[in-house]
């Protein structure tokens, strides 16, 4: 041993991250999130957590719409792919209408990618035409 310890010495990569992080942390004090704060805020509240920083509470907003993004994004692959599967089935039929119908169903699917479990009632409408062929009220 010539006198040398085997710990291993910080590299610039630590201080790269951490001046990233706090050039991060810097901006989202300028930064105007989708989500109010005050609505992030209630539910940190709610859950029980208390954090005067503004920023803590802007980070989780962006957390938070970026889920959305992602959870959207899935759940608009998944509608594609059940309306591409329903046109392949009636190839006899020209479909003139190309409006894309978000259903219960294709945002369960993409909520399940994420560990979020749905359940919804018998009553939800899963398609466009449900409840429009109701009989006249007698008045």
């Given at each position: 041993?010539?006198?040398?310890?085997?710990?291993?010495?910080?590299?610039?990569?630590?201080?790269?991250?951490d001046a990233a992080l706090t050039e991060f942390l810097a901006s989202l004090m300028d930064y105007t999130p989708t989500i109010p704060d005050e609505l992030v805020e209630h539910y940190l509240a709610k859950s029980g957590f208390q954090c005067p920083d503004i920023r803590l509470t802007?980070?989780?907003?962006v957390a938070?719409?970026?889920?959305?993004?992602?959870?959207?994004?899935?759940?608009?692959q998944q509608c594609k792919a059940r309306q591409s599967t329903i046109i392949k089935d009636k190839r006899d039929k020209q479909q003139k209408d190309k409006r894309?119908?978000?259903?219960?169903e294709d945002l369960s699917k993409a909520l399940s990618e994420y560990g979020v479990n749905v359940k919804h009632q018998e009553y939800f409408a899963d398609t466009p035409s449900a409840g429009l062929?109701?009989?006249p009220r007698d008045e």
């Open positions: 041993m010539n006198g040398q310890t085997s710990h291993p010495q910080p590299k610039d990569g630590r201080h790269d991250d802007r980070l989780v907003a938070t719409q970026k889920f959305i993004a992602d959870v959207a994004t899935d759940a608009l894309l119908i978000l259903t219960m062929d109701s009989p």
